[in-house]
T-cell receptor, first 117, second 113 residues
Framework: GAGVSQSPSNKVTEKGKDVELRCDPISGHTALYWYRQRLGQGLEFLIY??????PDKSGLPSDRFSAERTGESVSTLTIQRTQQEDSAVYLC???WGTGRTGVYEQYFGPGTRLTVT | KNQVEQSPQSLIILEGKNCTLQ??????????LRWYKQDTGRGPVSLTI?????NTKSNGRYTATLDADTKQSSLHITASQLSDSASYICVVVGGTSYGKLTFGQGTILTVHP
């Protein structure tokens, strides 16, 4: 079956431009997560969706970052007025659910490598 | 603050040798601990998931241990192969009602022939 897919795989943009990153989760997965991975660093949580709602967006670094999810499926992460420090790999993951124990497996996409010049 | 720390940062071993990676965490409340393997240019892939009551779990040549009292975990790789070269990430789930993941920085393992 299809896994989590992300597009584009690579994006080079000029400082100040807006970018949109797309995530297609595994069909039926109700939970969706966005993470950022800067070069040589660990993954940072950005935002979590349960269905189309985002109960936790505490990881979004600034108001230039926003995300939405529609149809309990596709999600888009938008970065406005990009800065060089936004350069990173943006990873999306999905899972069947969450629950207090959090034991649902998260399946990761291949990521979008964003370079801001 | 919820944190996960891994050591060493990087490790080079010869093919066929064993190695052990370490993870210490301060995440509370604790739900479960996972080890992921991340190949270059790919998303992380889960190797093991361990809950509070489990202290050892194996997946092929990978064996993870968990000491919930000292908040430490290890990942032991036996008879290493060239394909084991990757970043190994310790992830602790907890701290929120929905099981938020807190990631370690990863250990970069390089296996040489």
């Amino acid at each position: 079956g299809a896994g989590v897919s992300q597009s584009p795989s690579n994006k080079v943009t000029e400082k100040g431009k807006d970018v949109e990153l797309r995530c297609d989760p595994i069909s039926g997965h109700t939970a969706l997560y966005w993470y950022r991975q800067r070069l040589g660093q660990g993954l940072e949580f950005l935002i979590y969706f349960q269905g189309n709602s985002a109960p936790d967006k505490s990881g979004l670094p600034s108001d230039r970052f926003s995300a939405e999810r529609t149809g309990e499926s596709v999600s888009t992460l938008t970065i406005q007025r990009t800065q060089q420090e936004d350069s990173a790999v943006y990873l999306c993951a999905s899972s069947w659910g969450t629950g207090r124990t959090g034991v649902y497996e998260q399946y990761f996409g291949p990521g979008t490598r964003l370079t801001v010049t | 603050k919820n944190q996960v720390e891994q050591s060493p940062q990087s490790l080079i071993i010869l093919e066929g040798k064993n190695c052990t990676l370490q993870c210490n965490y301060t995440v509370s409340p604790f739900s479960n601990l996972r080890w992921y393997k991340q190949d270059t240019g790919r998303g992380p892939v889960s190797l093991t998931i361990m809950t509070f009551s489990e202290n050892t779990k194996s997946n092929g040549r990978y064996t993870a241990t968990l000491d919930a009292d000292t908040k430490q975990s290890s990942l032991h790789i036996t008879a290493s192969q060239l394909s084991d070269s990757a970043s190994y990430i310790c992830v602790v789930v907890g701290g929120t009602s929905y099981g938020k993941l807190t990631f370690g920085q990863g250990t970069i393992l390089t296996v040489h022939p």
